[in-house]
């Protein structure tokens, strides 16, 4: 088969430090290869250098044999290379087919745009590659997962051979990820090679034929996936053994931490009633939209129920502010850490602090002292890894910036901690943290709820597991009666 | 890790280079300005012109102190022009000793003017804040109506004319000196000591801080958003208050068309300052500087002899110069 694409020895230096030492990949056409590595592995620098964002400092890049160095993105997206972003900026109120050709409008006689031929043109695009999308829906009709698909068309129009996707099952559910993967399996019958970046393995072993591992900004080994056992490509990314995925030391008591009993919210859950006990992990697992982040919203008062009522501890609560449910001891890491969860513009102590400053300066003004100890003691706690606590959370990890939310609401001491996708981008090394993290906070009594739409997550950590779809609970398992084929069976 | 490191350092550089820049790229700035002025008209330096632009500063430095609190949570305050106008006249009207302008029993004593200027400014900023926190209307929008609404009130209060003839006492904080230092630096001085104090030791100064930065994870921390949004609208329009006594106190009246266009020379020195105005990022320190820059070359570009026309031409490229030096910094890396 041909070589798409071959990079040996690619370096990228910033300031002097190396992120990437020694980047090396070969992509054949029809081919699905594996990018992995942790967070900081250097596979965004490698990215952005075949993308032509950075310069590399060193290294050699062949495209179908002939070596080339690319300036912008606009010389690599020419050259048939094209990237699919973890965070996928459309114009979101332009049509799919104005997206689609973007730029690249055709023109009318009179220089206005052929919007007939654009728009035939799209649709052809998309139904040659059956994606099922019309070409004049507007783009903020669409689901992410279907954006996605209408990325992917524009790299084809763009006739890219060479397709980049960087994480993109980190925000669409299991149903659409398959309908990806189609997708995927199809520009691999085109002839076309794609490098599939993902932190999660069973995707990997799943979509992709042949891998190749970076760790701290080198290859450390390729070959292909049908001969590589999972633990060993754990170990090739992570660096050490890893003997288990997933630890689960808590047990669960019989007293009642959080009781739901039938809470209602029009148009995002129905009806939901569990019970979580201390010392347990209680898992909810749905498609995204089927109303699991929705029931946390209002656990936590950011939302208000229709009906239905909420006990802690065997007392029925009111909660209306999410002052209410801190006050009651509940604490809530969000979904999307940079969205809801941080201040990335302000200090890792700053956003330690931030839920307990009425605690830890109960008068007026700042009690200095105090939030460099408890930010110290959190720091220690979740060995979160910063230069200094001063510096801006922004500039750590993902799963670093992850044990900065945990170590926020562990600062509160809270009794019943609500996780929303706690490992959502976070490498295999800092889950294993955030798992352990989980264990012994249910270990000490705490009270876990756990939203989760990895299924491996799912049953690796959860005592039982509450399956949720389009609102509404179909049942709630024990970890040892149910499996990844009924969960998903249930959930869709 | 390897790659912790990695990060680690290439921050570090960073964070030092934006730290100095930050901390001292405005000093340097404003110092490489005074000796200029200083060397070239040997005016310039003598205690009577410094005092004389501290003087001109002090009603925008005022201004810009409130408009930091608000622009750090990411809105914005245009409408403090006009508060400086109402605030100014209304107070005055308690202060006057013309018969004609006065309100019953005026002239009080001094303490009820200067209370009710202060009131009039905050009853503005509850106003404009209730309907951008809680109303959630857009900031601009919102301080845009409370801009032309205000203007529209201080001529329907004082018909239109100025109010003149103001008493010694409420004269004294806008023309008064204590040891030789004019009353309204002294003013400046102090509400930029307890804005400094609030902003970096108070728990509400880290609030206006999380607000800006992120105000969704503001939210799921439990800060009381929408106090915090409403509260930066009353502080800001309650300066604009004392900012338009200070003002009539010396002119020795009150103008119906006072503090036109002081909205921008406040939201200048605060951009100038470094403050971003997307929120949470800034400092007080800056804006007390770029208040000062805007004064001194006011007062450099005067002694030189130079028209006013230039004048504004000059603080536009300088504001846009800082804010592109600033976006350089940021992107250039």
Redesign the interface.
Known sequence: MERLLEVEGLKKSFGGVAALSDGRLELRAGSVHALCGGNGAGKSTFLKILMGIYKRDGGVIRRRGVEVDYASPAEALAAGIAIIEQELSPVPHMTVAENIYLGREPSRRFGGIDFNSMNRAAQALLDELEFNIRATRRMNDLTVAEMQLVEIAKALSHDAEVIFMDEPTSAIGEREAQRLFAAIRRLQALGRGVVYVSHRLSEIFEIADSYTAFRDGAYVGSGLLAEVRRQDLIRMIVGRELSEEYVKTNTPSDAVGIRVEDLCRPDAFEAISFSAHKGEIFAIYGLMGSGRTEIFECLFGLEKASAGAILIDDQQVTIRRPADAMALGVALVTEDRKSTGLNLLDSVRANICMASLPTLSPLFVMNRAGEADASRRMRADFQIKAARDTMPVSGLSGGNQQKVVLGKWFLRNPRILLLDEPTRGVDVGAKREIYRIMCDFANSGGTVVMVSSEIDEVLGMADRIMVMRNGRSVGTFDRGETDAQALVNLST | ???????????????QRRALIQEYGIFLAFLILAVILSVSNEFFLTPGNISNVLLQTSINGVLAVGMTFVILTGGIDLSVGSVVALAGIVSASFATTSSTAAVYGAPYPVVIPLAIGVLVGVACGALSGLIVSYFAVPAFVTTLGMLSAARGLTLIYGGGRPVPALTPEFRWIGTGHVFGIPAPVIILAVIFGLAWWTLT????G??I??V???A?????????VVRIRFAVYVISAGLAGIAGMLLSARTGSALPQAGIAYELDAIAAVVIGGTSLSG??GRITGTLIGALIIGVMNNGLDLMGIQSYYQQVLKGALIVGAVMLDQKRSYGA
């Open positions: 890790m390897v790659s912790m490191s990695e990060t680690r350092s290439r921050w570090f550089t960073a964070e030791r108070t728990r509400f880290r609030y801080y999380a800006g930065g992120n969704h994870a503001a939210k799921t921390s439990g800060i009381d949470g990022v």
